[in-house]
Structures are given as structure tokens and as C-alpha cells.
């Protein structure tokens, strides 16, 4: 089993900066992927971004591309999204997750909420 913990939410004005983590424990050895998902009211859960664990290659979804960076500490277990020009839209929960065998995302952590005013 593997355990998600997420912290660093809040709220913050629109062209602000929020920097997401997210600590795993457990069964990390065999981590494939780690990402970052958001749900905003009444939408679905979209992906936001991915790093590989041991490549360190890095994916976006077009939305956030230039805005927001993610980053790994593998001595930490811990992945990070550096989020700067928020924008209202980016509100949302967001949620860490961990590919542990390389066939999607399996573990899951509670969210943090992310609130952006215009």
C-alpha cells in the first residue's frame, strides 16, 4: 500500500503563486509516475501535470503549460507543483496521485483545495 499526503493549498489573487506537495510513504519503491489532477465545481477531474520517476520527464495539460512546473524529490518521496499566474479558472481541488505498476493511476491522496479570486 502506498499512502498520498497533500499540502500547500489555500487561496491566493489571480497572478499569484501556490506550490502544492505531496509526500508518499508506504510502497514507494516501485513508483512509475506521480501527477497532479484538479476538480472544480460541477466538472469533471482533468489531469494537470506528471513527472516519471526516474527520468524525471515531465508532462502538462495545455492549460497550465507555462504556468505551473512539477517537481520530484526522490529522497523525499515527494512531488511538487509550483503554480504562478493563477488564474480564477485554476480553481479547484487538486489531487496528487502515484502510478505504481506503470498502468494508471492506482493510489490517490485526499486533495487540497485551491481557491483563486479574481
Known amino acids: 500500500q502506498m499512502q498520498l499526503v497533500e499540502s500547500g493549498g489555500g487561496l491566493v489573487q489571480a497572478g499569484g503563486s501556490l506550490r502544492l506537495s505531496c509526500a508518499a510513504s508506504g510502497r514507494t519503491r516501485s513508483m512509475y509516475d506521480m501527477g497532479w489532477f484538479r476538480q472544480a465545481p460541477g466538472k469533471e477531474r482533468e489531469f494537470v501535470a506528471a513527472?516519471?520517476?526516474?527520468?524525471?520527464?515531465?508532462y502538462y495539460a495545455d492549460s497550465v503549460k507555462g504556468r505551473f512546473t512539477i517537481s520530484r524529490d526522490n529522497a523525499k518521496n515527494t512531488v511538487y507543483l509550483q503554480m504562478n499566474t493563477l488564474k480564477p479558472e485554476d480553481t479547484a481541488i487538486y489531487y496528487c496521485?502515484?502510478?505504481?505498476?506503470?498502468?494508471?493511476?492506482?493510489?490517490w491522496g485526499q486533495g487540497t483545495q485551491v481557491t483563486v479570486s479574481s
Open positions: 513527472i516519471n520517476w526516474s527520468a524525471g520527464s515531465e
Open positions: 496521485a502515484a502510478n505504481s505498476k506503470g498502468i494508471g493511476y492506482d493510489y
